[in-house]
């Protein structure tokens, strides 16, 4: 199994984190591949949570953006939903021992990705079957 080049340091108490490309595929799927539901708010405003249990809650949850090439990761906890209707606060770390190793999951297996779109062998084209008069 090859090892990531970039070891993640995790030093931003506000869990931000740069992965720099290039970038085997766009964040959306590379969240998605790493079993990050895609969740859309009624502004338009799209995000990314992964169940940390059983229930609902605690989740992670992130906010990426595309950028320069490689991808911003802005990820906290969720420990609860909202407790008033219509509000948006809501209990999250975001920081902490939990955080700190999420965010390490998720940049080691981009990092991974990144190693295996680098390595691998071009796909060898499919033979074509030649046709002639007689088929």
Request: glycine share 10%; hydrophobic share 30%.
């Amino acid at each position: 199994m090859p090892q990531p080049q970039n070891k993640a340091i995790i030093v931003s108490t506000s869990m931000q984190y740069f992965i720099p490309g290039p970038l085997p595929d766009h964040g959306r799927n590379l969240m998605r591949k790493l079993g990050y539901g895609e969740l859309r708010k009624f502004d338009g405003q799209i995000s990314y949570v992964r169940r940390a249990g059983q229930t609902d809650f605690p989740r992670f949850h992130a906010y990426i953006e595309d950028k320069d090439g490689g991808l911003q990761v802005n990820l906290h906890l969720d420990q609860k939903g909202a407790t008033h209707e219509g509000s948006h606060a809501h209990a999250g770390e975001y920081d902490g021992p939990l955080v700190e190793q999420e965010m390490r999951v998720i940049v080691y297996n981009i990092d991974l990705m990144k190693q295996e779109t680098q390595t691998s062998p071009p796909t060898p084209p499919i033979p074509q079957k030649k046709s002639s008069f007689w088929g």
